[in-house]
């Protein structure tokens, strides 16, 4: 039998839990506002601090908005948001673990063949329209807009999966990614291999050929993880003493 003693909860943390369970139950649907804090405050017998201090926690959730003079409002949760609350921690995290990298990008390649396949199943015109114009923007870009129009492109197709989960994931992997991005599209050449590659992955799947959109993105990452290896062994050897 544990005879740990059992951690003392603050009074913010039952304000929450209670404030999550009406929530829940469709007490406060989204768009709706909470009570104000005085007739919190009244309902629960805490005092201001704690009343605030939960809601200041349903904000940083994304589950409700807080406006200066205003109820705290219920938000419609959407992917992005959810997706966004994790950014700090994952930058955090490769910045303390450096094996996160590899982790990220092994993952990456594994969720973005999967999402071109899902694009070259469901491609439709309109779509297809905006991909194309996508990769045009790509082909036309400086050096300086070259990250932000090829993630532009990978989005669009992660958009095309039919899928609202799969774009704010591809787009938040990449942003977290930025730095190591920024090295490959500054590596010598790089901009014409990308390009070409943007291309097949563009003609798999207005073929409508799932197998070969996969393989084409699966090609496309596996390089440049490759290329960016090799970057990082050449940076490292040139600085030795």
């Known amino acids: 039998m544990s005879t740990e003693p059992i951690p003392r909860r603050k009074l913010y943390q039952e304000v ?25 405050m009244d309902a629960y017998g805490v005092g201001r601090p704690a009343i605030r201090e939960a809601l200041q926690q349903l904000e940083r959730s994304g589950i409700v908005t807080i406006s200066h003079g205003e109820r705290a409002r219920v938000l419609l ?4 948001a959810m997706v966004g609350q994790m950014a700090e921690a994952a930058r955090y995290l490769l910045s303390v673990e450096p094996r996160t990298l590899e982790h990220l990008k092994e993952a990456r390649i594994l969720l973005e063949a999967g999402v071109a396949r899902l694009a070259a199943q469901r491609v439709d015109a309109d779509a297809l329209a905006l991909l194309r114009a996508r990769l045009d923007d790509h082909r036309q870009a400086s050096l300086d807009d070259f990250l932000r129009s090829d993630i532009a492109f990978h989005r669009q197709i992660a958009v095309m999966s039919g899928n609202p ?4 994931i591809v787009e938040a992997m990449l942003t977290w990614l930025g730095a190591y991005y920024r090295t490959l599209v500054r590596a010598p050449g790089a901009e014409r291999l990308t390009l070409q590659e943007h291309q097949r992955i563009y003609d798999a799947i207005a073929a409508g050929d799932a197998d070969e959109a996969a393989q084409a993105m699966s090609d496309h990452l ?4 490759a290329l960016y290896r090799r970057g990082a062994t050449d940076e490292l050897t040139e600085n030795r003493p």
């Open 165 to 168: 989960v799969f774009p704010a």
């Open 77 to 80: 949760p959407t992917a992005e």
């Open 222 to 225: 596996n390089r440049a993880n």
């Open 16 to 40: 929450l839990d209670r404030l999550m369970t009406r929530i829940n139950a469709g007490e406060f649907t989204p768009g709706e506002q909470l009570p104000s804090e005085r007739e919190l």
